[in-house]
């Protein structure tokens, strides 16, 4: 698939630097949650979880990696490909003229950024969402990342982990970024044969193909509380439904009840637990 995009060097990604991704800016913040006013430095020692009510805010990839593995065993291995708009696509924009000003902005390639890191020493592989990225589209260049985390798992056999922020499919790669779906799970396929663990961290909003494909196929699924997590968005689907949903409704621990997904994981416990199912299935 490869004749799909094209790799270019960019010596600005290869030396990201992983700062703290934090977009929140002035002294004080009210909570979208429950009203209080809170202290925007506390609440990023906080890791962006509202002290007073627990509300959990999106954070950046940048945080989410800094949250989850060990310090200095993080190694970039994203391929900086960059799609090559086999459509020819365009809207208002056209689609090359819209993925240059995604990495303008947010200074990546595509949606995805694949590394391997540490998890309490343990290595592991790992795929991570970029919601800013055109909203963590998938695309040809995202299945084809995705893909090669997993298979760098079955290189190395260690475990993989998939964190995913989505909105879905990337309409401007019409058929080909529904096609990612069924390549992803091939390769998916093969660390269940090899009884490799996978853990998928979905996280707030994982939507459409993603959520249909494999964010939902760890072999432990895990959330936050309070993340947005289903196909069709709730207002597509109140309106052609033409009835109220109840409430909670694609909310995690609706879904917890339901059983799609395993577990809703406080962010503060997020590491420890991740770190004790990769322990626990690699042990079996
Ligand atoms: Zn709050």
Same mark, same amino acid.
């Given at each position: 698939m490869s004749s799909w995009f094209e790799k270019i060097e960019n010596p600005k990604l290869k030396n990201? !630097?992983?700062? !703290?991704?934090?977009s929140l800016t002035g002294v004080w913040k009210k909570c979208t949650n429950c009203k209080e006013i809170l202290s925007t430095e506390k609440l990023i020692k906080n890791n962006?979880? #509202?002290?007073? #009510?627990g509300y959990h805010y999106r954070i950046s990839w940048k945080d989410r990696v800094d949250l989850l593995f060990d310090k200095n065993s993080i190694e970039i291995l994203s391929s900086n490909f960059s799609s090559l708009d086999p459509l020819k696509f365009k809207d208002k924009v056209a689609y090359t003229e819209k993925l240059k000003t995604y990495e303008e902005r947010t200074g990546e390639k595509d949606s995805v950024i694949r590394l391997s890191a540490k998890i309490d020493d343990q290595l592991v592989s790992v795929a991570v969402m970029n919601f800013s990225f055109m909203g963590g589209s998938m695309g040809t260049v995202c299945g084809e990342e995705i893909s090669r985390a997993f298979e760098y798992s079955l290189e190395k056999n260690i475990p993989c982990i998939v964190i995913s922020a989505s909105g879905g499919a990337r309409m401007q790669e019409g058929i080909l970024s529904l096609m990612q779906m069924a390549k992803t799970l091939s390769v998916r396929k093969k660390l269940r044969e090899k009884k490799i663990p996978y853990i998928s961290i979905l996280t707030d909003p994982t939507t459409g193909g993603v959520a249909a494909s494999?964010?939902?196929?760890?072999?432990v699924n895990i959330t936050e509380p309070n993340s947005l997590i289903g196909f069709a968005g709730p207002r597509v689907i109140e309106q052609s439904m033409r009835q109220k949903l109840p409430e909670g409704f694609q909310k995690s621990e609706f879904l917890k009840e339901r059983g799609f997904v395993d577990q809703v994981i406080h962010r503060h416990e997020l590491k420890e637990k991740v770190s004790f199912f990769i322990k626990f299935l690699k042990n079996d």
């Open positions: 990201t !630097k992983r700062s !703290k991704g934090s962006h979880v #509202c002290p007073n #009510c494999f964010a939902m196929l760890g072999d």
